[in-house]
């Protein structure tokens, strides 16, 4: 009788926590369009594919969390993953609270790119004077120059075509796509600058294991050249026009 109840104390108690541990860490995803969006499996984008990728490279496994990006910051910070991707690194400045940059990996570069109108086209020198410069939340930091931010990037497309602002700093990942609509034929593109972009970790927790989990699973994506499947990332900023 006793083996009887252990036996099933195991079944139900035990089974659950293998579960819980089944996974080797825990990676959370800042939601962004085309990189990483929810969905009934998961989630799907080049930085879930690249988390997959790593994960076959290893031959380990991850649970994979998609949070806001601010919320995906703060819970790393706070212990609840083992690292959040991706953040764009400005020179030396510091990482947000709680969090150190992983440098020892890049995950690859990410133009940003100036978007103007064609007859009032800005570029990195020109658009320092600009008056009306939008930008998406959590780069204020990156400019110099007074910006406001943007929560609804086709919507500031829609403004600079009708005049009612000079110009958007993004990232092209998330503008290009846009761009092959043929209304925004009247948008003018020119690089501001190029920034890394990193993984985080949280300072509090010892990182020393997802450190290694990436970076030999970067050497070795690179080195079959599956990174640039996933991602894309296997060339400089191109400069084209709509």
């Avoid at 990410?110 to 800005?122: C, E, K, T």
Wanted: hydrophobic residues 40%.
């Amino acid at each position: 009788m006793i083996r009887q109840t252990m036996v099933a104390w195991i079944l139900v108690t035990g089974f659950p926590a293998l579960q819980a541990q089944a996974e080797d860490r825990v990676v959370s995803i800042g939601e962004s369009p085309f990189s990483a969006e929810a969905d009934a499996n998961g989630g799907h984008g080049r930085l879930v594919d690249l988390i997959r990728a790593l994960d076959r490279a290893t031959h380990s496994s991850t649970k994979i969390v998609l949070r806001p990006f601010a919320r995906s910051l703060e819970e790393t910070a706070a212990g609840h993953a083992d690292f959040h991707i991706p953040l764009i690194q400005n020179g030396d400045s510091s990482a947000p609270p709680g969090l150190a940059y992983v440098t020892e990996v890049n995950f690859g570069q990410v133009p940003f790119v100036i978007y103007s109108h064609q007859r009032a086209p800005l570029d990195a020198s020109s658009v320092v004077s600009a008056k009306k410069i939008e930008i998406e939340p959590g780069h204020e930091s990156f400019f110099s120059f007074p910006v406001k931010v943007t929560h609804c990037v086709p919507c500031t497309l829609d403004k600079i075509l009708l005049g009612r602002t000079d110009a958007m700093i993004v990232s092209a990942d998330i503008v290009d796509p846009l761009l092959s609509n043929p209304k925004y034929k009247g948008i003018h593109r020119a690089l501001y600058k190029v920034y890394p972009v990193r993984a985080l970790v949280p300072i509090k927790s010892d990182s020393s294991e997802t450190r290694r989990y990436l970076i030999e699973g970067m050497e070795q994506l690179h080195k079959t050249g599956e990174f640039w499947k996933v991602t894309g990332r296997n060339h400089q900023y191109l400069d084209w026009q709509p």
